[in-house]
């Protein structure tokens, strides 16, 4: 069989299909979700077929373009929405969530959840429950190419007509909460505007998700005649020209497309057989060049075997791409009074988009062998992993030779602003510091175990741990070795990047890295979060002395109780030497005597589970009155087993660390 010539003619008919439905709501993009997979004839996928067939006309709950219907229990229960846009008419609606159920099962043929969005509706299918929950994940943003002539006059018009709209859509019964309503700039432009949120959501749920969209628009559209954010729980959009749906007022044509010639007259009396040929001529000539580009399209993409997965991470990169200008806008020109912190890797701003919502963007240092190509992959790698204690990473910027990255505004700074302040640490009491400890093993045993990338932080210090606004830790910088694309094979680094204190010997020593390297670094930050003090300065009775060496001192002493924080008013004591003995055990010299993540987390979470005998610290030094195990070169001397020849590679190590990260030991 002659497949590429099978698949041309195949293509071309799926296309002409297409020409045909051209009047049928257009598609916008679809999504298989990341929760499992179900069998081919399976009870999941029986459920799944019924629902689907069934839920345009019976799942309407309100009259109003709402959908929702559930079949099955436990884990074979599928639930399904579908929800039209508020100005599509009923049987439009009935008519567009009907046709969505056949391509969204082509798109997601195994998964056990999938979205696909059309203009007109969208459709959507979970193994979890979907109603009355806010989900902002996966997004779709969209922006027209054209850029307006007055970019801050029609961006101040357009933020008074999205405000009004996301006001007036939240406010919407059960029904439905839907607004439409355009703003005419000075310039005389009209700008038509959208907002919409699927109708089970609260008043105040509704407005956390539009308002989200309304953040992102100025981050991807800035600028630009039209835009487009799109979420599961809700919808955000704006063009010049009339995009509602028509029934009072006609359409205008979009300013992309050239407005059609009018029609011409019919053909005179007598003509019939001409006018027959010109159309018959017209649809072979049309046919083959359909049949040409189906070729085209197969030699140029069929043939590569590109996976469909990979033709939506591409399209996810770019959805993620934010304009610099809009960025520069929301920094104010990334003023120094805007200016968070510095680290190795680059500045961080603070930044506010028009809606007051908060950004931080890094603005990366420019020292990267890196392609764009690949710094682009990278970026959607570890945009995709989204956990509660980890800083969630919004988008990135590749232009005028700048690479930033936009992550989300976390509003108490870093840990070491409140563990190391002698007035700050006050404020967290026992309850709040285990909280956090909890969060941050919480957040590395996701990067090591259960994201799929499996990252390995590197640099996880008190100054990495941010903390929200109800003190819960989020791990940042989590996937800046990757972005960086550090020279390095197999777990081994020709380049060594990190804070020393934090660091694991061997990482240090000879670049081997692992999970057990961010255990080793997990247990320091324990430590120091249980005494409030740094691990590099650490005090006792007026002397300086070296953190690990008086833990472990103390806990073989039984003692323990001397290191905790005096400012620990409060709490369970037991809890608190719990919490050193799980440190000890992570900061110990031998790697395979190190705990996973996993295991840290049920030492943590159970008192159940008992705690083995940890045996002596790496860098342990024995007390000689000599300074403490901020002096590289002592540390390592005492480090058990080290050679002649291993002492001195200590210093060029050293070296390598100041010449990796010069702002290494301050805030970023």
Not at 200 to 218: H, W
Not at 379 to 386: D, E, F, G, N, P
Not at 602 to 617: A, E, F, G, I, K
């Amino acid at each position: 069989m002659d497949y590429p010539l099978t698949f041309a003619i195949f293509l071309s008919i799926q296309l002409v299909l297409l020409l045909a439905q051209a009047d049928q709501s257009p598609l916008i993009y679809s999504f298989c979700g990341q929760n499992g997979n179900y069998t081919t004839g399976s009870t999941y996928q029986t459920n799944l077929n019924s629902l689907l067939g069934s839920l345009s006309s019976t799942g309407n709950d309100n009259g109003y373009g709402f959908y929702s219907s559930s079949v099955g229990a436990d884990s074979d229960k599928v639930n399904a929405f579908g929800l039209c846009r508020g100005d599509v008419k009923a049987d439009d609606c009935e008519s567009c969530v009907r046709q969505a159920s056949d391509p969204l099962r082509k798109a997601c043929p195994v998964q056990k959840e999938a979205i696909i969005w059309y203009d007109y509706c969208m459709l959507r299918y979970s193994n979890e429950s979907l109603y009355g929950t806010v989900t902002t994940i996966p997004a779709v943003f969209l922006s027209n190419v054209q850029n307006v002539t007055s970019p801050e006059e029609f961006n101040r018009q357009l933020k008074i007509l999205l405000e009004g709209l996301i006001t007036e859509a939240a406010a919407g019964g059960t029904d439905r909460k839907f607004a439409l309503g355009t703003n005419t700039t000075a310039s005389l432009v009209k700008i038509y505007g959208l907002a919409q949120c699927s109708p089970d959501l609260s008043p105040e749920e509704c407005t956390q998700c539009l308002n989200a969209g309304l953040g992102k628009i100025p981050l991807y559209s800035y600028g630009k005649i039209g835009g487009n954010a799109v979420v599961p729980s809700c919808i955000l959009r704006y063009e010049v020209y009339n995009f509602f749906y028509p029934t009072g007022e006609a359409p205008s044509p979009s300013p992309q497309l050239e407005t059609p010639a009018s029609p011409p007259p019919p053909p005179p009396s007598g003509k019939k057989d001409t006018s027959h040929n010109v159309i018959t001529a017209v649809t072979v000539i049309v046919s083959l060049i359909l049949i040409a580009l189906a070729i085209w399209i197969y030699l140029r993409f069929w043939k590569t075997k590109r996976p469909p997965e990979e033709v939506d991470e591409i399209m996810s990169a770019e959805a993620l791409q934010f304009e610099f200008e809009s960025i520069r806008v929301a920094t104010n020109n990334f003023a120094e009074a805007n200016k968070l912190g510095r680290g190795g890797f680059g500045a961080v701003y603070r930044g506010r988009l028009w809606n007051e919502e908060e950004i931080a963007v890094k603005r990366l240092s420019r020292d990267s062998a890196q392609g764009d190509i690949e710094f682009k992959n990278e970026v959607l790698l570890v945009a995709k992993l989204q956990h509660r204690n980890l800083v969630r990473l919004l988008g990135f910027c590749l232009e005028r030779n700048e690479r930033l990255l936009v992550y989300e505004f976390v509003p108490n700074a870093s840990l070491d602003h409140f563990i190391f302040d002698p007035i700050k640490r006050e404020q967290l009491d026992w309850d709040i510091r285990y909280k956090i400890i909890v969060g941050i093993a919480r957040g590395l045993l996701y990067l090591h175990e259960d994201s799929r990338l499996r990252i390995i932080h590197r640099d996880l210090k008190a100054s990495n741990i941010l903390l929200d606004a109800e003190m819960n830790p989020k791990i940042a910088d989590f996937g800046m070795a990757r972005l960086f694309n550090i020279d390095q094979t197999q777990g081994e680094t020709s380049r060594v990047v990190g804070t020393y204190g934090y660091m694991a010997p061997e990482y240090v020593m000879r670049g081997h890295f692992s999970v057990k390297s961010d255990v080793y670094s997990f247990g320091v930050l324990v430590l120091e979060i249980v005494s409030g003090q740094k691990n590099s300065s650490f005090c006792h009775d007026g002397n300086l002395e070296d953190l690990l060496g008086y833990a472990w001192n103390s806990w073989r002493e039984g003692t323990s109780s001397n290191m905790i924080d005096p400012m620990l008013r409060t709490g369970s004591r037991s809890e608190v030497v719990r919490c050193i003995h799980i440190g000890l055990l992570c900061v110990q010299q031998s790697i395979s005597d190190r705990p996973n993540m996993a295991a840290v987390m049920q030492m943590l979470t159970s008192n159940s589970v008992d705690l083995p005998v940890p045996s002596q610290p790496a860098f342990f030094m024995y007390n000689q009155g000599i300074g403490s195990s901020s002096d590289m070169s002592l540390g390592f001397e005492s480090y058990s087993g080290l050679t002649g020849s291993d002492q001195s590679k200590t210093h060029s190590a050293h070296e390598r660390i100041q010449a990796a990260d010069p702002g290494y030991g301050r805030p970023i």
